[in-house]
């Protein structure tokens, strides 16, 4: 049996508004417990200042610019301290956002000498009034997007036009980069009308020759488990496949926010890459 490099490659942290209120040390330790060799933490980082009409939606979503310098500060002392025991990389889970590139481009530059990794993901359309978050809730998913597109269909384009765009950004890029849970849109798939599995199949496919040409990772993140209207990872198992064959660098991802979250699902990744003929890339 091959060795599997044990990593986790996509967790979240309390700057998230959204997670547990729970240290990073805690985090750390269930990762440490679970035997994981390496333990990435990628917070979302600020947007842009009136990105999203709802202010209370988008305080949920992302920590304030003021909090940046003392997040980077505050993940470099947990890499120090557990250095002996876990390789800790600090990075952030950066939006692709279109029109906005110089900002994200800047605020990269302000913490890049404190970054190991970045994701770079998908998670906003535009939409009814404005930019929407496509994993708020299935009636946020209808009114803001499928209400302003006509279909669930025009939507999965929309969303993989940007999938897209985000690759090319990411290849720019000096930081080492993964692409962020490819298929979210699938996150609500179950709770909505006419979810056309071949359309996402089609344009998942489209992303591979992309995705190599860019020279970036991709985070096989298995949140959608955990998910009711879901229940699948974010990465389907056949892409893998075909993302072995292509030298892709894969990376377990759980997602977590909140430290139960650590690991969860490692085993079904274990065993696909298991029953892959090519390594999974450190």
């Not at 060795?3 to 508004?17: A, M, N, P, S, V």
């Not at 959608?224 to 072995?244: E, I, Q, S």
């Amino acid at each position: 049996m091959k060795h599997i490099y044990k990593w986790d490659g996509h967790t979240h942290t309390h700057y998230c508004r959204h997670g547990a209120d729970a240290s990073v040390k805690e985090y750390v330790k269930r990762a440490m417990e679970l035997g994981f060799e390496r333990y990435s933490i990628t917070e979302h980082p600020p947007l842009p200042d009136g990105y999203l009409q709802n202010v209370d939606v988008m305080n949920q979503l992302a920590m304030p610019y003021d909090e940046l310098d003392r997040y980077v500060v505050e993940m470099a002392a947990i890499k120090q301290q557990f250095s002996r025991e876990i390789d800790v990389r600090v990075g952030l889970e950066i939006d692709f956002l279109p029109g906005c590139e110089a900002y994200t481009r800047t605020l990269l530059a302000h913490v890049s000498h404190a970054l190991d990794e970045i994701l770079v993901s998908v998670h906003f359309l535009p939409g009814r009034e404005g930019m929407r978050c496509i994993d708020l809730s299935p009636e946020d998913f209808m009114e803001g997007l499928v209400a302003h597109y006509g279909s669930v269909a025009s939507v999965i384009h929309v969303y993989f036009d940007h999938v897209e765009a985000a690759i090319s950004f990411a290849s720019t890029l000096e930081i080492p980069v993964r692409m962020g849970h490819l298929a979210l849109i699938e996150k609500f798939r179950d709770a909505l009308p006419a979810f056309d599995d071949a359309l996402v199949r089609a344009r998942l496919t489209r992303l591979l020759p992309l995705i190599k040409a860019a020279g970036v990772g991709v985070d096989c993140n298995v949140a959608g488990f955990r998910k009711a209207t879901c229940r699948r990872p974010y990465v389907p198992v056949w892409w893998m496949a075909r993302a072995l064959r292509e030298e892709i660098p894969l990376v377990f991802g759980s997602d977590a926010h909140a430290p139960g979250d650590v690991g969860v699902d490692w085993a079904w990744f274990e065993q696909v890459i298991q029953g892959c003929e090519f390594d999974v890339s450190h």
